[in-house]
Every structure is written in C-alpha cells, then in structure tokens.
C-alpha cells in the first residue's frame, strides 16, 4: 500500500525544510503538479478536456479554472493525518464553489468521499458524497433540511472567511473516523464516527476559478 513515506519523492528540499520545523511535508512542490493526477467530467458527447486547461501552476500557487468540473487528486492515500492548505478567489471576481475531498475512494467523477466544503460564505460546511457509502455522525440540529447529506458549519461571531482575493487557511484533522475541520484558526465544524478512515487527497474544479497554496501534510501518531 502507498504510504506516506513517498512524500519525500515529490518535495523539493526549500519546501521540505520550511515544513518541517512543524512536521509538516509538502503535497505541492511549488513549481509542477508531480504527485497528483485528475479527474475531469466529460461532456454530452463523453469527450474529456486536457486537465492543463484546467489546472496549472504560477508563482508557487495552484491556478484552477474552474471549468470544467472536476478535481485533482493525490496518486497516494493517507490516514490519521493533518491537512493544511491555502486558497483565494481572486479579488474581482464573485468568489464560487470548490472543496477539499477527504478519503476519496474511486476515481469517478462524483468519488465517494468527505467534502470539506469551500463554497464562498460556506466553507467550513460538510458534505458527504455519494452516501450511504459515506458516513459521518455531525451534529443534527446543522443538518440541511434540503438536503440530508449537507451540515453547516457552527456560527461564528465574525467572518472566518477573509475578502475575495486574500488567502484562507484550512486546517483539516482526520483520525480513525473522526474530522474537524479549521479555518483561519476558528474551529468551524466536525465529525465523528465515520466509515471513512483512508484515502487520497483532491481539490476541486467546480464552476469557478480559485487559486491553492501552501499544501501540507503531517502524520499522525
């Protein structure tokens, strides 16, 4: 099985050593897409697009289009981990949709996974994909009463997201089946129990442009 011991077979050593003083390795190397592979949604006649349409890199940073749907996703599963990762709508835009994917299980255009929601005003909710092959106990009084498989994340006394155009931080912790979920230092929402506890890592395409940065990943003991 893949393991997290492959990280170093796609980190650059500049980004290594600013990650480590905290144990954190990089996903993201800053200059190439290595070590991740992509999902994109056909269109009516089932044709594909070439992914670098899609997704590119410039300035150290993720560049997604938004168009098509889609995400990219890590070719290495991982468990028990901690995840960090950056990301901004540009500042003259509207904002948009897109998500980080927990415990991705196939390689379909909707996979079985946790969806770590990043839709602008949202982010911080869950979503859980193609249940009841996901499952996850969240707080019922946060369930979307239009939809079962959404929960909103906890109300806070401020924003926890910042301006369109100024980058955001999640910090996900994901353990045997539990998740919380972190922005901007601000707990915002998590659950327990679920029947996901492994799997590959993705960022979504979903309509809008966003741009990631900053992935990381450290290992739970």
């Given at each position: 099985?893949?393991?997290?011991?492959?990280?170093?077979?796609?980190?650059?050593?500049?980004?290594?050593?600013?990650?480590?003083a905290d144990g954190f390795t990089p996903l993201f190397d800053g200059k190439t897409?290595?070590?991740?592979?992509?999902?994109?949604?056909?269109?009516?006649?089932?044709?594909?697009?070439?992914?670098?349409?899609?997704?590119?890199?410039?300035?150290?940073?993720?560049?997604?289009?938004?168009?098509?749907?889609?995400?990219?996703?890590?070719?290495?599963?991982?468990?028990?981990?901690?995840?960090?990762?950056?990301?901004?709508?540009?500042?003259?835009?509207?904002?948009?949709?897109?998500?980080?994917?927990?415990?991705?299980?196939?390689?379909?255009?909707?996979?079985?996974?946790?969806?770590?929601?990043?839709?602008?005003?949202?982010?911080?909710?869950?979503?859980?994909?193609?249940?009841?092959?996901?499952?996850?106990?969240?707080?019922?009084?946060?369930?979307?009463?239009?939809?079962?498989?959404?929960?909103?994340?906890?109300?806070?006394?401020?924003?926890?997201?910042?301006?369109?155009?100024?980058?955001?931080?999640?910090?996900?912790?994901?353990?045997?089946?539990?998740?919380?979920?972190?922005?901007?230092?601000?707990?915002?929402?998590?659950?327990?129990?679920?029947?996901?506890?492994?799997?590959?890592?993705?960022?979504?395409?979903?309509?809008?442009?966003?741009?990631?940065?900053?992935?990381?990943?450290?290992?739970?003991?």
């Open positions: 099985m893949r393991t997290l011991l492959c990280f170093a077979a796609f980190a650059l050593p500049s980004y290594v050593s600013a990650a480590d897409l290595d070590g991740w592979t992509f999902i994109v949604k056909p269109d009516k006649e089932g044709k594909k697009a070439d992914p670098k349409t899609t997704w590119s890199v410039a300035d150290g940073t993720i560049r997604c289009t938004g168009k098509p749907n889609g995400y990219m996703v890590t070719k290495n599963e991982f468990s028990d981990y901690v995840l960090r990762v950056k990301w901004r709508f540009p500042a003259d835009g509207k904002g948009g949709n897109t998500g980080v994917l927990l415990h991705v299980q196939d390689e379909k255009y909707w996979p079985t996974s946790i969806e770590a929601q990043l839709l602008t005003g949202r982010a911080g909710d869950i979503f859980l994909t193609n249940p009841p092959d996901a499952k996850l106990d969240v707080d019922k009084s946060r369930q979307n009463p239009k939809l079962e498989r959404q929960f909103f994340r906890l109300e806070t006394k401020e924003p926890v997201e910042k301006k369109l155009g100024e980058w955001n931080e999640y910090e996900i912790t994901c353990k045997g089946g539990d998740i919380t979920l972190v922005i901007n230092g601000v707990k915002v929402n998590e659950g327990k129990n679920g029947n996901l506890t492994k799997g590959r890592i993705a960022l979504q395409s979903e309509g809008a442009e966003v741009h990631f940065k900053d992935v990381l990943v450290k290992k739970l003991k």
